[in-house]
């Protein structure tokens, strides 16, 4: 393995200098946390599913004009991203009541919401990720208005098109975390899907039996985490059975 330069290094992911200018590599851990990092393990596997997940809906997404920072899937625990300057602020999309709006609103966990909601929470682990309005957004610049409407069209359109692709396998997208960062392309700047989707940044639910088939898994001591995300990697068609999700899991290798 070549040394690459190590540009940063989060709580589930690393990124590398990538091969070419305006690239780099994103690297998937096991290092599962909660609760801004009070809760921690490694979950055998999580990585790699995550790689894969991710890739599929960054891939989709571009399939309906969502333009995202991937590229291609270097290896079992790696992609290849363009570089962006992240926009400092996580957009959660809801479609049904659960976690922290549950518990700030007393909102009863499952209770179906009259259309779709766009929250705002500040990129900040020591703050613990505040949530944050548009007129906060807007008077300490964190992005310009033009960005805040593109922002909120591009994930609502993220959330149409993953609501109808779970939906199509039986899952209930319950809520959703996304980043956004400006790409700039010969003097162009766009703002583009970054980051990753997974059953980390997703709330996940069985249609039928209202399952949990994501990180609350872990937020929650409900064991099987790893487990409920190869399922949702087994429903989406990207791991085939059973016998080859478990091969798939029990990969721990490191970056190639
Ligand atoms: O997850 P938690 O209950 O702390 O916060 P939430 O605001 O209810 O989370 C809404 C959705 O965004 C969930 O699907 C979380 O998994 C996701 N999220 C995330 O991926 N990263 C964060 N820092 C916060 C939320």
């Known amino acids: 393995?070549?040394?690459?330069?190590?540009i940063y290094e989060g709580k589930a992911k690393i990124l590398y200098e990538g091969p070419e200018p305006g690239t780099l590599v994103q690297y998937f851990k096991d290092d599962a946390t909660a609760f801004n990092a009070e809760k921690k393990a490694v979950l055998d596997g999580k990585g790699v599913l995550n790689n894969r997940i991710s890739e599929f809906m960054m891939t989709r997404l571009a399939g309906v004009g969502i333009p995202n920072h991937?590229?291609?899937?270097?290896?079992?625990?790696?992609?290849?991203?363009?570089?962006?300057?992240?926009?400092?602020?996580?957009?959660?999309?809801?479609?049904?009541?659960?976690?922290?709006m549950s518990k700030r609103l007393g909102v009863e966990e499952g209770t179906q919401l009259p259309r779709a909601i766009v929250e705002f929470c500040l990129k900040n682990d020591e703050l613990g990720d505040p949530l944050v309005s548009e007129e906060h957004i807007a008077a300490f610049n964190w992005a310009s208005?033009?960005?805040?409407?593109?922002?909120?069209?591009?994930?609502?359109?993220?959330n149409d098109f993953m609501s109808g692709l779970f939906a199509g396998v039986g899952i209930k997208l319950v809520d959703f975390k996304l980043e956004?960062?400006?790409?700039?392309?010969?003097?162009?700047?766009?703002?583009?899907?970054?980051?990753?989707?997974?059953?980390?940044?997703?709330?996940?639910?069985?249609?039928?039996?209202?399952?949990?088939?994501d990180k609350d898994r872990f937020r929650r001591?409900?064991?099987?985490?790893?487990?409920?995300?190869?399922?949702?990697?087994?429903r989406l068609g990207i791991i085939k059975e059973s016998a080859q999700g478990a091969e798939i899991v029990s990969f721990n290798g490191a970056p190639k």
């Open 145 to 158: 208005p033009q960005e805040m409407d593109e922002l909120i069209a591009l994930s609502l359109r993220v």
């Open 70 to 100: 991937f590229i291609k899937r270097l290896n079992m625990r790696e992609q290849l991203i363009k570089k962006v300057e992240i926009i400092p602020l996580e957009v959660i999309v809801r479609n049904v009541a659960a976690g922290t």
């Open 180 to 213: 956004f960062g400006r790409h700039f392309e010969n003097d162009v700047q766009r703002t583009i899907l970054a980051d990753e989707i997974s059953p980390d940044s997703c709330r996940l639910w069985d249609l039928e039996t209202n399952e949990k088939l």
């Open 221 to 234: 001591d409900l064991g099987g985490v790893t487990e409920a995300y190869a399922e949702v990697a087994r």
């Open 1 to 6: 393995m070549t040394r690459r330069r190590m």
